[in-house]
């Protein structure tokens, strides 16, 4: 029966890019495993930290403490106000810092849109593969060095890239007529509505 892709799974595909033989587990003190592990996560970040429609989100929010300061928590990779503020907000210290006021002090809760950092397990088959991937060529260059290895992944790698970015199209519904709702599509008919005493 087909399964979605483990980090076991992910780890011995990256060993397989130089013929490495599967392991059973992740923590079998093989120094080829360990660092096989450790670079998937290290691009599994990477990759996340672009941003797409499965880990960011438009007008979160953030409320202060009783200090009047936002901690931000440790899975967040980025965010921004919408840029209809006189603030200038950025993580600093673990907390979110307004570089206009110079201050870490906050009157109310602050809607910010946001990237998050999500295990791998718990993302989308296309991102997976993506970074399963990207992942194998890394561990190649990097374990035997092997060019041959690394320009016959890299075909996978950007086939892989297109299939995510067809289904970050696809899922966030993309339009010139952006809006802060989450990227809805124009639909005209909104307008003419209330003309024609449809609402």
């Known amino acids: ?7 076991l799974a992910a780890v011995n595909r990256i060993l397989s890019n ?12 093989n120094p080829l495993v360990e660092m096989a592990e450790l ?5 599994n970040v990477a990759v996340q930290s672009e941003g797409w429609i499965f880990n960011s989100e438009f007008g979160y929010p953030f409320t202060p403490d009783d200090a009047g300061e936002i901690n931000i928590p440790s899975n967040v990779l980025a965010l921004d106000s919408n ?3 006189n603030q200038y907000l950025v993580m600093r210290q673990g907390k979110l810092y307004d570089k206009a006021s ?3 002090s906050f009157d109310g809760v602050q809607k910010l849109d946001v990237v998050w950092l999500f295990d791998f397990e718990e993302l989308p088959e296309a991102a997976k593969e993506y970074i399963t991937i990207r992942a194998g060529n890394v561990f190649a260059g990097r374990s035997v060095g092997s060019s ?7 075909r996978e790698e950007v086939m892989s890239r297109a299939t995510l970015m067809e289904y970050d199209t696809q899922q966030g519904d993309y339009s010139i007529f952006n809006t802060q709702d989450g990227y809805t599509t124009y639909r005209p008919y909104f ?5 024609l005493g449809y609402n």
């Open 39 to 43: 670079i998937l996560e290290e691009v």
């Open 83 to 85: 840029g209809l503020t």
């Open 191 to 195: 307008t003419t509505s209330p003309l």
């Open 148 to 154: 041959e290895a690394v320009a016959f992944g890299q």
């Open 1 to 7: 029966m087909a399964q979605k892709t483990t980090t």
């Open 102 to 104: 110079h201050s870490y």
């Open 18 to 29: 130089i013929g490495q033989a599967p392991t059973t587990g992740l923590v079998d003190g």
